[in-house]
């Protein structure tokens, strides 16, 4: 499997880190060895002094495809969850600055954590989705995939024109604003709706 993020997807995001809104979707990457489910902890990373949260909807690819188009983009994910793009902030941004790939910020070991999923049924309005991360129990990000400057559907046919989508990929549908900084200690719950579908400690 393969994990693909979309970056910038929210314009109140994309404005606090001083970017462009794009205009086609931004796609970077994360190996099989970024994944972190379940119960597991987060372990804060040695080679950063800039940690940060990135809540987002995350989606599981259902059905094999390529060249999809965006009609038909819906039946290609059939599942949904909160997930954390963890970010090495200090790292990405010497690594933009030199015009360098971001891998080393984004692709490291655990960085990709996703929520428990739930089953995405015709009676979830795709377009209106709320989700959020609380810190230590204060809310610190909300988001609502109307927001999204690419929708769903619309990301998945973008993205299938490169790499071909299989089952149990997972898309990272990109952050909204109120991207911050986590430390050892620290307690991360991401939530759709008022359900919680992830819980995370960094160590
Ligand atoms: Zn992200």
Redesign the pocket.
Known sequence: MKII?I?RNYADHAKELGNDIPDEPVIFMKPKSALLQGHTPFYYPEFTNELHY?C?LVLRVSKNGKYIPERFAGNYYNAITVGI?F?ARDIQEELKSKGLPWEKAKAFDNSAAVGRFMDITPALNKKNINFCLYKNKELVQQGNSGKMIFSFDSIVSHISNYFSLNIGDLI?T??PAGVGECVVGDELEGFIEDGMLLTMDVK
Request: aromatic letters at 12%; proline letters at 0%.
């Open positions: 993020c970056g990135e987002e793009d970010t990272f990109g952050t």
